[in-house]
């Protein structure tokens, strides 16, 4: 009798245990912890869709910088915009296939371009050339300031060797002057090109030996071909 008084206190004992505020509660925040975790945890579909917007962003971006190159056929570029440089910083253009870079900046009556070679010898750069092919009085006012300049590299002569490239233009929303202005490394020798009919947003295509400004609403085709040492100019007008 006795051990059967005994077994039922044990049995109570065991019920009040389990049955106490601290285990309920205890029971309850695991289980709401478990909740928040399975609700914090998306789902691979989920995940799927959210790194496709991800990339989806991110090629959005990318693709907005690449817009803001109006030079096509070219990889290597840097591009620079005076009026969006207020400590005049400037822009450097490290050239690929030599250790040669292109510093640009604006020295407050115009650009100043110089080109550092391996040997830490520099060369500057006509800058009348670059911006004077667009407009003769780029230095009143200042509008160079608000000119686009894409520095690049490119094979014109096709002799295997790039030669250095700065292009400009006016993007006003309105009329566009572009200006080319080539520099070939090996000899010093330069070429000033420019394209003063224009409207929108033109771009400068680089096509084997051409330089070519793309059709615009006034119907003229700017065309120039690199033969004998010289651009011919092939374009309609």
């Keep these: ?3 059967l008084v005994f077994l039922i206190s044990v049995l ?3 019920s009040a245990c389990n049955n106490s505020p601290a285990n309920s509660k205890g029971f309850a925040e695991n289980e709401t912890a478990s909740i928040a975790q399975a609700s914090s945890t998306n789902s691979p579909i989920e995940n799927s869709a959210q790194n496709d ?4 962003e991110t090629n959005i971006k990318s693709s907005l910088k690449d817009n803001k190159c109006f030079v096509k056929g070219v990889s290597n570029y840097k591009l620079y915009k005076p009026s ?3 400590d005049n910083n400037g822009v450097t253009f490290n050239y690929k296939g030599r ?3 292109v510093n640009m900046f604006d020295y407050q009556v115009g650009l100043f ?3 550092i070679d391996e040997y830490g010898e520099k060369i500057n750069l006509n800058y009348d050339d670059i ?3 667009v407009d003769e009085n780029y230095d009143f006012d200042e509008y160079y300031k608000d000119w686009e300049y894409v520095i690049t590299q490119y094979d014109i002569d096709s002799d295997g060797k790039d030669e250095i490239i700065i292009a400009s233009r006016i993007n006003d929303g309105m009329s566009t002057p572009v200006g080319i202005f080539i520099y070939r490394i090996k000899d010093g020798k330069s070429w000033s090109l420019k394209a003063p009919q224009t409207w929108g947003d033109m771009k400068i295509q680089l096509v084997n030996n ?3 400004v793309e059709p615009n609403h006034f119907g003229f085709t700017y065309d120039w071909v690199f033969e004998n040492d010289a651009f011919v100019d092939r374009g309609e007008y």
């Excluded at 917007?53 to 989806?56: R, T």
């Design 113 to 115: 371009a110089q080109l």
């Design 84 to 86: 969006n440089d207020e």
């Design 1 to 3: 009798m006795k051990n």
């Design 131 to 133: 911006l004077a092919v």
């Design 12 to 14: 109570l004992a065991f």
């Design 210 to 212: 051409h330089v070519k």
């Design 53 to 56: 917007e991800l990339i989806k």
């Design 99 to 101: 250790n040669l870079k």
